[in-house]
């Protein structure tokens, strides 16, 4: 069993390697070319600010539930968006 200090030390090389991960993906993602976008996609797309969920981007598109999370399954696939919880709710964001 690891005591508190190895268990902090721990911690810190994980926080490290994950800053170090984030870096090299960032700049793998400025050398690769600007995914294509569909005018479906622009339209959910402007809704992914950390603040709506499916059913919100749903009622501001006048799209379906379903439309708007096969559209963002194409845009996390795109790497043009993630998901993210916040207070137990589950919002989009763009990368």
């Known amino acids: 069993m690891m005591n508190a200090k190895e268990f902090r030390e721990m911690i810190s090389l994980l926080k490290s390697i994950e800053e170090k991960m984030d870096t090299l993906v960032n700049l793998q993602r400025s050398l690769m070319p600007k995914p294509k976008l569909g005018k479906e996609e622009k339209k ?15 009622t501001k598109t006048g799209k379906t539930s379903n439309n708007v999370n096969f559209l963002l399954t194409k845009l996390r696939s795109k790497g043009v968006i993630r998901s993210v919880k916040i207070r137990n709710r589950t919002v989009y964001e763009r990368i």
């Not at 992914?48 to 059913?55: E, F, G, L, V």
């Open 44 to 58: 959910v797309l402007k809704f992914c600010d950390r603040k709506n969920t499916i059913a919100e981007i749903a």
